[in-house]
């Protein structure tokens, strides 16, 4: 195949051709390849992106519960932005949103989209709660939605901000009003696997049974259908269909 052919069929993908690319620089590769959370680490050689071992068996979990074909994707944390990009680089999913709050990731991921030349890939610093006021400025629900290892932080806020809900039902009405499909669903759901951010802010507002696996599911019964696909370790992977 000419080079030429190959860089048409890029574009019709809304990538932008490769000698208009900007390169990576030593400082944002080494961001991708070794930062917190280590579980989103990974690599781009030639073009290709290449998960470090812990995202690529998060990858193998969650990939076979995308709805096929996949035609839109939104990442609520999406971090060093490698489940949005690998979706538009190597899924050609059509529409791809990363929100996330913490800048380093949300430069990173700006760099890697530029690099690989995703025009069709949107990086954003929002809240949930804002997302869902804005949803159709992004072209309406997605079809699919990642919610990974990121729940908590929801819930009962994080050092990276203190903003929280506090509520599984606020939650999950903001989530519904965001997912026209499936939610793909990966997180700590009991309180003694919670991070001590999270656990203090729990005892100290005197909600600690607020917060369970049981206490989630009753909450979203009643706007998700929600299946169980196994375990990442300890925390269950759920697929939760809009009713």
Same mark, same amino acid.
Do not use: W
């Given at each position: 195949?000419?080079?030429?052919?190959?860089?048409?069929?890029?574009?019709?993908?809304?990538?932008?051709?490769?000698?208009?690319?900007?390169?990576?620089?030593?400082?944002?590769?080494?961001?991708?390849?070794?930062?917190?959370?280590?579980?989103?680490?990974?690599?781009?050689?030639?073009?290709?992106?290449?998960?470090?071992?812990?995202?690529?068996?998060?990858?193998?979990?969650?990939?076979?519960?995308?709805?096929?074909?996949?035609?839109?994707?939104?990442?609520?944390?999406?971090?060093?932005?490698?489940?949005?990009?690998?979706?538009?680089?190597?899924?050609?999913?059509?529409?791809?949103?990363?929100?996330?709050?913490?800048?380093?990731? =949300?430069?990173?991921?700006? /760099?890697?989209? %530029? $690099?690989?030349? &995703?025009?069709?890939?949107? #990086?954003?610093?929002?809240?949930?709660?804002?997302?869902?006021?804005?949803?159709?400025?992004?072209?309406?629900?997605?079809?699919?939605?990642?919610?990974?290892?990121?729940?908590?932080? =929801?819930?009962?806020?994080? /050092?990276?901000? %203190? $903003?929280?809900? &506090?509520?599984?039902?606020? #939650?999950?009405?903001?989530?519904?009003?965001?997912?026209?499909?499936?939610?793909?669903?990966?997180?700590?759901?009991?309180?003694?696997?919670?991070?001590?951010?999270?656990?203090?802010?729990?005892?100290?507002?005197?909600?600690?049974?607020?917060?369970?696996?049981?206490?989630?599911?009753?909450?979203?019964?009643?706007?998700?259908?929600?299946?169980?696909?196994?375990?990442?370790?300890?925390?269950?992977?759920?697929?939760?269909?809009?009713?």
């Amino acid at each position: 195949m000419s080079l030429a052919l190959t860089e048409r069929r890029s574009l019709r993908h809304g990538e932008i051709a490769s000698n208009d690319r900007p390169e990576l620089n030593q400082e944002i590769r080494a961001y991708l390849e070794n930062s917190y959370p280590n579980n989103h680490d990974y690599r781009i050689v030639n073009g290709k992106l290449i998960p470090r071992f812990k995202l690529c068996v998060r990858l193998r979990k969650l990939k076979p519960l995308y709805p096929r074909p996949l035609t839109s994707l939104l990442d609520l944390s999406c971090c060093k932005g490698y489940f949005v990009m690998q979706a538009a680089h190597e899924l050609q999913c059509g529409r791809v949103l990363g929100i996330d709050i913490h800048q380093p990731d =949300l430069d990173a991921s700006c /760099a890697v989209r %530029a $690099h690989l030349g &995703l025009k069709g890939v949107q #990086i954003e610093k929002l809240q949930l709660h804002e997302l869902a006021a804005r949803i159709n400025d992004f072209g309406g629900p997605f079809q699919t939605v990642l919610l990974i290892n990121m729940y908590q932080y =929801l819930f009962f806020g994080s /050092a990276r901000s %203190a $903003h929280c809900y &506090l509520s599984h039902d606020e #939650i999950l009405r903001h989530l519904q009003k965001i997912c026209s499909g499936r939610i793909i669903f990966n997180n700590r759901l009991e309180f003694d696997r919670l991070q001590d951010h999270c656990r203090q802010v729990a005892v100290q507002k005197g909600i600690q049974q607020e917060y369970s696996t049981e206490r989630f599911l009753e909450a979203a019964d009643k706007y998700f259908q929600v299946t169980l696909f196994g375990h990442i370790g300890h925390y269950p992977i759920y697929a939760m269909d809009v009713r």
